[in-house]
């Protein structure tokens, strides 16, 4: 079963962060506004960071 697409700004942020912490070693405040926009679109199509839906 797949996830729906974030529908709030806070949902987004919070599905972001939450996909970050799969891969990210750093706390999701630390991070460059250019990587946590890269986890927003990832979470915003749907997909995870290698590609596949996310769950």
Known sequence: MTSS???SADD???R?????RR???HPWSDLPEHTREHFRGLV????DG???PLA
Do not use: F, I, N, Q
């Open 5 to 7: 697409p974030a529908h």
């Open 12 to 14: 987004l942020e919070s």
């Open 16 to 20: 972001s962060e939450e996909l970050y």
């Open 23 to 25: 891969y990210g070693a």
């Open 44 to 47: 915003t199509v749907g997909v």
């Open 50 to 52: 290698s590609g596949a």
